[in-house]
């Protein structure tokens, strides 16, 4: 009984109006170099990978920047509440710092993205035939051919359109924005929690020992959030990303002590 196939899966090239959508899905469509290098799998382990990424960044921050000053106050003076003063100034300046940074970053891309959904609508109103075959030239791209591209791109549209490009063109999942708030607290909370670090180790420790006993605390801990960062970030070469982070966090911490020792025996 070869009458019982689907009607809907007839081939559609046997059409005028196939054939024109057909033409049309080409590799050729200038939507493709534009969107060539956009990063289009966004799978939740990856999100994941990329969330622990930024609060080692945090952390690695934190670390370093208030390590940095309690070490140069330390340079100076040997009064812990001078260097107390100065940790705390460090450790709420640079988390608003953090949180604010990264507020206006995330909101910047909300934006866009709000832009981009819009732009997406409009177009889908507005030229619905258009986007069918970019769709289907995307699904193309994807491995399926022009035939059944056209036909899976017929199916997602009459079903999510908005939603089948959001995902497919531009790598956006509508249900899933971040939210600048979100991002600002973890941000800085990271970075609190790295300042702590130097922070308990220049005012715990005995005077005579806090100095460099910070200097290889920070060092250590930089050599594991440096060689983490990498590694959640995909880098095969996380020793040197550790060795990296350890040098320049070690000249940070150099270069403040030196500067506040010269200045302490000036102003003394
Ligand atoms: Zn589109």
């Known amino acids: 009984m070869t ?4 009607p809907s899966l007839s081939p559609l090239s046997r059409t005028t109006e196939g054939e024109n959508l057909l033409a049309r899905v080409s590799h ?4 493709f170099d534009f969107h060539g290098d956009e990063p289009h799998a966004n799978s939740d382990y990856q999100e994941k990978l990329n969330r622990l990424r930024a609060a080692v960044l945090g952390a690695n921050d934190g670390i370093v920047s ?14 812990t509440s001078a260097i107390g003063i100065a940790a705390a100034a460090a450790v709420v300046g640079g988390s608003i710092s953090m949180a604010l940074g990264e507020f206006v970053s ?24 258009s986007e069918l075959a970019e769709l289907a030239g995307l699904l193309t791209q994807r491995g ?11 199916e997602l549209t009459a079903k999510d359109a908005l939603g089948s490009h959001l995902d497919f063109e531009l790598g956006i999942d509508a249900e899933d924005i971040p939210s600048p708030w979100t991002a600002a607290l973890a941000s800085a909370g990271a970075f609190l929690l790295g300042a702590l670090l130097p922070t308990l180790l220049i005012l715990l420790l005995p005077v005579s020992i806090r100095i460099p006993a910070t200097f290889i605390g920070v060092l250590v801990a930089l050599a594991i959030t440096g060689a983490l960062g990498a590694k959640w970030g995909g880098s095969p070469r996380y020793v040197r990303a550790a060795i990296r982070v350890v040098v320049g966090g070690g000249l940070a911490l150099a270069a403040t002590y030196l500067i506040g020792m010269l200045l302490g025996t000036a102003i003394a």
């Open 3 to 6: 009458a019982s196939v689907e």
């Open 28 to 31: 050729e469509n200038p939507v």
């Open 66 to 79: 208030v390590a940095a000053t309690v070490v140069g106050v330390a340079g100076a003076t040997t009064s």
């Open 106 to 129: 995330v909101s910047s891309q909300v934006d866009s993205q709000h832009a981009l959904i819009e732009k997406e609508r409009h177009e889908l109103a507005t030229d619905p035939d």
């Open 144 to 154: 399926l051919s022009k035939h059944t591209a056209l036909q899976a791109a017929r």
